[in-house]
């Protein structure tokens, strides 16, 4: 049974870059999955940041593409997560995610089956 | 913004029926995924695919799909059913991002 632990610090100062870690075990992060970021904030809904198949392959949020990286560590059975220039509004609850897409016909399919506990980031001096 | 529109607040009576709605342009080529979120908790997939259901959600949780809409239905609704819900597919751009809706508040009276 695959489970997703996240890790870093909890406490990011503005202007600097935030970043997590995702430990994947009871799996091998070189399925045919895409993993995945999703954030929300104190008292918000859920944002989806980007995610990254085990290729290398990344889509990002639009919204936040020109801040986010995120990388795979195949050898750690790992991904992460980079966020640039980081103001209180990136204060949230982090989560990773295990993502699931295809086709069925007549229609695809995406949704996130196995998420970790999240970790809070607070975005302060 | 969020591409997929949900309702903030819905109510339902214990035992009762009730139907959460996710509009959307992506929903006509992408089956949604439902989520549950209860505070402090992170979110659980109860429905995804055309009406699919992972192992422990119960079989009161159903999902559908017509045109630009999709429905979380729970049919016989329990106290433990009070929650957050969410609604999730790739985007209408045609450039494989995911999306949100902005989430049900369920209140079971």
């Known amino acids: 049974q695959v489970q997703l632990q996240e890790s870093g610090p909890g406490l990011v100062k503005p202007s600097g870059t935030l970043s997590l870690t995702c430990a994947v075990s009871g799996g091998s992060i070189s399925s045919s999955n895409w993993w995945s970021w999703v954030r929300q904030p104190p008292g918000k809904g859920l944002e989806w940041i980007g995610e990254?198949?085990?290729?290398?392959?990344?889509n990002y949020n639009p919204s936040l593409k020109s801040r986010v990286t995120i990388s795979v560590d195949k050898s750690k059975n790992q991904f992460s997560l980079k966020l640039s220039s980081v103001t209180a509004a990136d204060t949230a609850v982090y989560y990773c995610?295990?993502?699931?897409?295809?086709?069925?016909?007549?229609?695809?399919?995406?949704?996130?089956?196995?998420w970790g506990k999240g970790t809070t980031v607070t975005v302060s001096s | 913004s969020s591409e997929l529109t949900q309702d903030p607040a819905v109510s339902v009576a214990l035992g009762q029926t009730v139907r959460i709605t996710c509009q959307g342009d992506s929903l006509r080529s992408y089956y949604a995924s439902w989520y549950q979120q209860k505070p402090g908790q992170a979110p659980v997939l109860v429905i995804y695919g055309k009406n699919n259901r992972p192992s422990g959600i119960p079989d009161r949780f159903s999902g559908s799909s017509s045109g630009n809409t999709a429905s979380l239905t729970i049919t016989g609704a329990q106290a433990e059913d009070e929650a957050d819900y969410y609604c999730?597919?790739?985007?209408?751009?045609?450039?494989?991002?995911?999306?949100f809706g902005g989430g049900t508040k369920l209140t079971v009276l």
């Open positions: 995610a295990r993502g699931m897409s295809g086709y069925v016909k007549p229609y695809y399919y995406y949704y996130m089956d196995v």
């Open positions: 999730n597919s790739r985007d209408s751009s045609g450039n494989h991002l995911g999306v």
């Open positions: 990254i198949y085990h290729s290398g392959s990344t």
